[in-house]
């Protein structure tokens, strides 16, 4: 196993599990309601089933953006590097997206209902949830890793297999690419985990990684975003675009410490990637020892 260069504690903070209350408003007493609420699972990331349009808007979309990146009107302000590794995937993009993100639910489901119903009945388990140090996306949603709830008698006679979340299932079957953002970063040991399962599913074509043209979620939203802002570039000046309109994270390589600027992530293997919002890269730099790639 390669040498993984990243440390880290995070705290996180275990929630009450789920599955038995659930129902909006269902209060135990006069200062506790039960409600409903959206996570988003940490540290992965599924193919779009719906993303700025169905799949024909989309299509055209992809087609009207490798028309503009051939056109070489763009060529100052998009890496030639990037340009090269996107223009084979934009052909019926919005197709295999939808279609990946589709068969994607449809493997969550089957663990969910595979795991979350203990053994020799039909009773359910509930869900257990712990949260990242930021709780909260920008959407809202709660940043979580989950699991089933097993009891203490059940957890003293489980396998670390047993124990896996459905982040890291998601990522063994193919149909996820890991997303790993600082500051929400796993222990070194579970980030380990994670980067070998994507290795292995990239490696072996499994899910979504069976098709050398797929987009991972976060790249499909990235030409999205790009070309709205090739639309929006004048000729006037230079067809110029914004690159923090379309792409702004930093991406990290785990295994050397390296930082890349927003448009070279690609330099960085799928397994390898952490990513740094711009906010963050000073603080990041000081705390991961990071040094910049040439």
Not at 89 to 115: C, H, P, W, Y
Not at 131 to 147: C, E, K, M, P
Not at 192 to 201: F, G, I, L
Request: aromatic share 10%; proline share 5%; with cysteine.
């Amino acid at each position: 196993m390669e040498n993984v260069q990243i440390f880290w504690d995070p705290n996180g903070i275990e929630l009450e599990q789920l599955g038995r209350k659930t129902k909006s408003g269902d209060p135990t007493d006069g200062d506790t309601p039960y409600v409903r609420m959206p996570i988003r699972m940490l540290g992965i990331d599924t193919p779009e089933t719906n993303y700025q349009g169905g799949e024909t808007t989309a299509n055209n979309k992809f087609a009207d953006l490798k028309t503009k990146l051939e056109s070489g009107d763009f060529d100052n302000w998009i890496d030639a590097g990037l340009k090269a590794q996107l223009l084979p995937k934009l052909t019926n993009a919005g197709t295999l997206q939808i279609s990946q993100g589709e068969a994607a639910k449809v493997v969550f489901k089957d663990l969910l209902d595979v795991r979350l119903t203990k053994p020799g009945s039909n009773t359910p388990r509930s869900l257990f949830i712990r949260s990242a140090d930021d709780h909260f996306d920008s959407f809202g949603r709660l940043l979580a890793y989950i699991a089933p709830n097993y009891s203490k008698n059940e957890l003293a006679t489980l396998t670390d297999d047993d124990r896996k979340t459905f982040n890291l299932l998601m990522l063994e079957s193919g149909w996820a690419a890991s997303i790993i953002i600082y500051p929400n970063l796993p222990k070194n040991k579970d980030l380990r985990m994670a980067r070998e399962a994507v290795k292995n599913a990239k490696a072996n074509g499994l899910g979504a990684w069976s098709d050398s043209n797929m987009l991972t979620g976060y790249e499909y939203r990235m030409c999205m975003k790009l070309h709205k802002a090739m639309k929006d570039a004048k000729p006037s000046n230079g067809f110029f675009i914004k690159e923090s309109s379309w792409v702004t994270r930093f991406c990290v390589d785990m295994t050397t410490l390296k930082v890349y600027t927003p448009q070279k992530y690609y330099q960085v293997e799928p397994h390898n990637r952490i990513f740094i919002w711009p906010k963050d890269v000073r603080q990041a730099v000081g705390e991961l020892n990071l040094i910049a790639a040439e």
